[in-house]
C-alpha cells in the first residue's frame, strides 16, 4: 500500500491537471537543468520510505513544471482540438500554493492565458482568463482533499507529490527499490529513490523520485521507458517555499465582467485503488488481465455485433469546437497486426500499448504489444 495514502498533500492538483491541460502551448523550456551532485549523509531505501511516511507538510508555494515526451506518432494530430497531444505531450508550467487539506491552489500558465482552481473550505472555483467565466462549487460536508469534482476523470500527475503517490501505491515484490543518486532540485538537497520493475513485459525502466533531504516532500518524479536514457515524463518544482502562504492566496476575487456560473456537486462512485486491481465502483465492462506492471485493461466496444465493432456515430458539435475527427482515418492510420488472437490495429508509444482487435475489443497497458496479444488469447 502506498506510504503517502494517509497524506493527500497537493493530491487535490490532479483534477486541476484535466481541466486545465486543454490549454494549449505552455511554457517550453527544455529539460530540467542538471545542477551538481550535492554530498548527503547515506540512507536506505526503507529509511526513504519513512521519511515520507512521517513528514508533515504545513505550507508550501512554488513553480511546477510537468513535461511529456511519450513519442506518440504523428496520426495523434488528426484529433479534433489536439486535447490528448496537449495532455500527453509538450510543457506545462504551474504555479502552486498549500496550506492544509482545505486550501490549496493552482495556476496553469501558457501564453495565451491563464486558468486558476482555488479549494478554499468548501468552495471550489475555476476561472479561465481567456473567457473571463468562473464556475464555483460547493463541496459537500465530508469533502476531504482529492475529493474534488473531475478526480475520476483526471489521472495525469499535476506535483511531484501526486506522482510518487500513485508509483508507491504501485510497490510489490514484482518491484525493485533502491536509492539513486543524490541531487539538487529548486535549490534542495535532495535524495533519489528508484523503482524498478522486475517484469520485462513492462515498457516502464525507471521511475525516480527526487526527496528533500530536509523536508522529506517530493521535488522531482521522472519515469523513463525501456531503451531511453531521458525521461518519457517527468514533473518538478523549479522553485520552492515552504511557508504557509498568505490567506489571501484562496480567496477568489472576480474580474471586472466575468460570467459566474453555479455547478451542483456530485458524490464520489468509487473510491481509489492500487494500479491494476480492479475496484468494486470500477465499469464492469472493463476487467483487468494481470497484476502489477503488467497489467492489461481489457474492454469492450460498445455496440458490438456479430464479431465486429459497431461504427461509431459522432455526436454534434458543440458551436465553435472543432469538426468531428474521420475515425476511418485515423485508425487507417494505425499498423495491421494479426496473430493466433485474431486480427487488429496497434497504437504504440513509449510508455504504452494499445490493441484495438477486429472484433470490438480494446486492451490497453504499459506493457509490450507481445504482452497485448497474450492477453488477448485469453
Given at each position: ?7 493527500p498533500?497537493l ?14 502551448g505552455?511554457a ?56 490528448l497531444?496537449?495532455?500527453l ?10 496550506s492544509?487539506?482545505?486550501?490549496q491552489?493552482v ?106 533531504a ?14 531511453s ?25 472576480p474580474?471586472?465582467g ?20 480492479a475496484e468494486?465502483?470500477a465499469?464492469?465492462q ?21 464479431g ?7 455526436a ?17 492510420g ?45
Open positions: 500500500m502506498s506510504v503517502l495514502r494517509s497524506r498533500v493530491r487535490w492538483l490532479v483534477p486541476a491537471t484535466a481541466a486545465v491541460a486543454v490549454i494549449g505552455g517550453a523550456i527544455g529539460t530540467f537543468a542538471a545542477e551538481a551532485e550535492p554530498s548527503l549523509p547515506p540512507r536506505t531505501a526503507a529509511q526513504l520510505l519513512v521519511d515520507l511516511q512521517t513528514s508533515r507538510l504545513e505550507g508550501l508555494s512554488g513553480t511546477v513544471v510537468q513535461r511529456a515526451d511519450l513519442g506518440l506518432p504523428p496520426l495523434v494530430g488528426l484529433l479534433p482540438g489536439n486535447e497531444t496537449t495532455l505531450t509538450g510543457t506545462h508550467t504551474l504555479r502552486v500554493w498549500y492544509g487539506p482545505d486550501q491552489r495556476a496553469l500558465l501558457d501564453t495565451l492565458g491563464e486558468q486558476d482552481i482555488i479549494r478554499n473550505g468548501r468552495d471550489l472555483w475555476t476561472w479561465q482568463s481567456r473567457t473571463n467565466a468562473a464556475t464555483h462549487r460547493t463541496l459537500g460536508g465530508d469533502a476531504g482533499a482529492g475529493k474534488s469534482a473531475g478526480e475520476p476523470a483526471a489521472n495525469l500527475p499535476a506535483t511531484p507529490q501526486q506522482a510518487a503517490d500513485l508509483a508507491l501505491g504501485a510497490i510489490d515484490p514484482s518491484t525493485e527499490v533502491s536509492v539513486g543518486r543524490s541531487a539538487t532540485v529548486a535549490g534542495q538537497d535532495s535524495y533519489e529513490l528508484v523503482l524498478q520493475p522486475r517484469d520485462q513485459d513492462s515498457l516502464v525502466h525507471q521511475l525516480r523520485i527526487a526527496i528533500d530536509k523536508q522529506h516532500v517530493p521535488l522531482r518524479f521522472e519515469v523513463l521507458a525501456k531503451g536514457d531521458q525521461p518519457a515524463f517527468e514533473v518538478a518544482f523549479t522553485q520552492v517555499d515552504y511557508r504557509r502562504p498568505d490567506a489571501d492566496q484562496f480567496t477568489f476575487n474580474p471586472p466575468v460570467t459566474v456560473s453555479e455547478e451542483t456537486a456530485e458524490r464520489p462512485t468509487g473510491k481509489p485503488g492500487r494500479p491494476g486491481h468494486s465502483g465499469d464492469p472493463v476487467r483487468a488481465v494481470g497484476d502489477g506492471w503488467s497489467t492489461v485493461l481489457v474492454a469492450r466496444l460498445d455496440g458490438a455485433v456479430g465486429k465493432p459497431a461504427a461509431p456515430k459522432p454534434a458539435p458543440p458551436a465553435g469546437a472543432a469538426p468531428d475527427v474521420d475515425l476511418s482515418k485515423l485508425l487507417g494505425l499498423p495491421a497486426v494479426s496473430g493466433d488472437w485474431g486480427s487488429g490495429r496497434l497504437f504504440s508509444a513509449k510508455l504504452f500499448s494499445v490493441l484495438l482487435t477486429d472484433d470490438g475489443r480494446v486492451l490497453a497497458g504499459a506493457v509490450t504489444p507481445e504482452r497485448l496479444y497474450q492477453a488477448a488469447r485469453g
